[in-house]
């Protein structure tokens, strides 16, 4: 069984897809994660993530073991620098293979991202688009990241995912935006496991 869950940053996606992944002993891929990890080796190596050519060969290489435990990953610098080279095609397109065959060994598997449901896994079984609105998703982020014990201003964080969401969805190549059958699900006014239990009824309907 293959879930697809897509949305916007800090809409909740990751947790929740972390959760019904262990609820149903599936793998789970944050596929967010591999573009981080891209944007990572580029700033590592001091090439400006502008360069397609070399976002690319690093895309083709990545080393896709352990990305989960990289802390590193998961700043706001990482997040913004991924959305830049997320854009590219061919990146996207080194990106795919492993994506696809993800948890082909387990029973199940559930990915999230933004192009899962469409691009990715159009065969999901279920899919869900995770929304809520900006200010809740900047809350969120706000405290997560002084929660790890960053620096981190509501205001800009704010700023930061307008910015990203405008980027996500108005790019040409893999736009964010919801699979005509997927379903969705408004978070503003969610917690974490008010969010599950919504999302365990919309998967146990579909199983
Ligand atoms: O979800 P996360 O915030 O980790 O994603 C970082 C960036 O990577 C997103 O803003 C988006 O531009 C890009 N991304 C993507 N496709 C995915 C997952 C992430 O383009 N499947």
Do not use: C, W
């Not at 944007?39 to 001091?46: C, E, F, Q, S, T």
């Not at 969120?140 to 969805?169: F, P």
């Amino acid at each position: 069984m293959i879930i697809a869950i897509d949305g916007p940053a800090a809409s909740g996606k990751g947790t929740l897809g972390k959760r019904l992944a262990e609820h149903y002993g599936f793998a789970h891929l944050d596929t967010g994660l591999l573009y981080r990890a891209v944007a990572r080796v580029l700033m590592d190596r001091n090439i400006p993530l502008a360069d397609r050519e070399a976002a690319t060969e690093v895309a083709l290489n990545l080393d896709v073991s352990h990305l989960e435990d990289d802390s590193r990953l998961r700043g706001a610098a990482m997040g913004e620098a991924a959305s830049v080279v997320s854009a590219y095609q061919p990146v996207r397109n080194a990106l795919l293979a492993f994506q696809r065959g993800f948890g082909a060994q387990a029973s199940g598997a559930v990915l999230d991202g933004r192009d899962i449901g469409t691009v990715v896994r159009p065969d999901a079984d279920v899919k869900l688009f995770i929304t809520a609105a900006p200010e809740e998703r900047a809350r969120r982020r706000h405290r997560e990241l002084l929660g790890r014990g960053e620096q981190a201003e509501y205001e800009r964080i704010l700023e930061d995912i307008r910015r990203r969401d405008e980027r996500d969805m108005n790019r040409s190549t893999a736009p964010l935006k919801a699979a005509a059958d997927a379903v969705t699900l408004d978070t503003t006014h969610l917690d974490p496991d008010a969010a599950f239990q919504e999302a365990l009824k919309i998967v146990e309907a579909k199983r």
